[in-house]
C-alpha cells in the first residue's frame, strides 16, 4: 500500500483536471483531459472512471496508496447525497449519482463539493489562504464563484447558497444578470459580464481598437495599451468587486479576500477601482484590515481543495 495519497478531481465544462496529493499536499502525479461535455453523462463519467484508475495504478507502482477520491463540480450539488443536481456547462446532467458511479468504478471513497467552494478549500489548505481560518474566495471566470470560509469552515449554509457572491447585488438598476436579476456582481465582474458591457459599449457608439467579439484576454491587452475604454470597463469590474468585498466583510467578518480565476490575471485592471470603493464605503472598520490577495494554486486550486476534502473526509461543505 505504501505511503497514503488522496486523489481530487476538478471535472469542468472543458477540461477535467485529476491530480494526487500526499499527506504533506504535494502533488505527485497530475493530469489533464478534454471534458468533451457533449457526449453526455455516461461517456464522460466511464473516460473518469479509467482516467482516475490510470492514476491510481501509477501511484501504486511509486508505492503511493490512494486512499480516497474529491470531485469538485459546477452547478448545484447535493454532497450529502454525493449527486450533482444540475450543472450548466455539463449538458445532460440532471441527478447524477456522481458519488455512486465513481467509487463503483474505483472502489474508493468518494465526495462531491461545489467547484468554487473547493477552489477556496484548496487555496486555503494550500495557497494564498495557509494558516489563516477566515476568508473568502471570488473566482473570476465565466461566472463569479465564491467560497467562504469562517473559522476554518466551508460556510454554504442550508440552502447551499453560502458564499455565492456572484449574485450580491451591486448596482440596483444595473445590468441584467443570467440568473434573472439585475445588478449582481457576476454581470461587472465575470468574463460574461465585461465581455456584455464591451458589447453594449461598442453598440452605443464608443470607440474603441476593440471588436465586439473580443475576449477578456484581448480587453485586458487593449486597457495596457491604454485603450480608454477597456480600461473604463474593467475600473466598473473592479468598482463592483469593491462593493461585494464591503458586503462580505460587514456580512461575515471575514478579512482575506482571495481572487481566483482566469479574470484575476486582470486583477492589475481592476484593484484601484475595488480599493478606492472599498475606502469610500468602509466605515465601521479600518480599510487597511481589509486584504485582498491574488490566488496562488491558478487552475489547480478546486483540483487540490478537492482532494484535501477526501483527505480530511468529515470536514464536507454542507
Ligand atoms: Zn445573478
Redesign the pocket.
Known amino acids: 500500500m505504501g505511503a497514503a495519497a488522496w486523489l481530487g478531481i476538478d471535472l469542468g465544462g472543458t477540461n477535467c483536471r485529476l491530480a494526487l496529493i500526499d499527506a504533506r499536499g504535494r502533488v505527485r502525479a497530475r493530469r489533464v483531459m478534454s471534458t468533451r461535455a457533449a457526449q453526455g453523462p455516461d461517456a464522460v463519467l466511464g473516460r473518469l472512471g479509467s482516467a482516475a484508475r490510470e492514476l491510481i495504478a501509477e501511484a501504486q507502482e511509486r508505492q503511493l496508496g490512494a486512499r480516497g477520491i474529491g470531485v469538485a463540480c459546477a452547478g448545484v450539488i447535493d454532497p450529502r447525497r454525493g449527486v450533482v443536481v444540475y450543472s450548466p456547462n455539463l449538458p445532460g446532467w440532471r441527478d447524477i449519482a456522481m458519488v455512486k458511479r465513481l467509487t463503483v468504478a474505483t472502489g474508493l471513497p468518494v465526495v462531491l463539493g461545489n467547484d468554487a467552494d473547493l477552489y477556496a478549500w484548496g487555496e486555503y489548505r494550500f495557497g494564498a489562504g495557509r494558516g489563516r481560518r477566515d476568508l473568502m474566495c471570488f473566482t473570476l471566470g465565466t461566472g463569479v464563484g465564491g467560497g467562504l470560509i469562517v473559522g476554518g469552515r466551508l460556510v454554504s449554509g442550508p440552502l447551499g447558497t453560502g458564499g455565492e457572491v ?2 450580491v ?1 451591486v448596482e440596483p438598476q444595473g445590468r441584467r ?11 461587472y465582474s465575470s468574463a460574461t459580464g465585461l465581455k456584455g458591457m464591451l458589447q453594449e459599449a461598442l453598440q452605443a457608439g464608443r470607440t474603441s481598437r476593440l471588436e465586439p467579439d473580443d475576449d477578456v484576454k484581448a480587453m485586458a491587452a487593449a486597457a495596457r495599451d491604454g485603450d480608454e475604454l477597456a480600461r473604463e470597463l474593467f475600473h466598473r469590474a473592479g468598482r463592483a468587486l469593491g462593493r461585494a468585498m464591503v458586503a462580505v466583510a460587514m456580512i461575515t467578518g471575514v478579512g482575506l479576500m482571495i481572487m481566483g480565476g482566469g479574470v484575476a490575471a486582470a486583477w492589475g485592471l481592476m484593484e484601484a477601482a475595488a480599493q478606492q470603493e472599498i475606502k469610500q464605503r468602509l466605515h465601521i472598520i479600518d480599510p487597511g484590515r481589509l486584504r485582498v490577495k491574488l490566488g496562488e494554486l491558478g487552475d489547480l486550486a478546486a483540483t487540490m481543495g478537492a482532494a484535501a476534502l477526501a483527505k480530511e473526509a468529515g470536514v464536507s461543505p454542507g
Do not use: K, P, S, V
Open positions: 456572484g449574485h447585488m444578470c443570467g440568473c434573472g436579476a439585475q445588478g449582481c456582481l457576476e454581470a
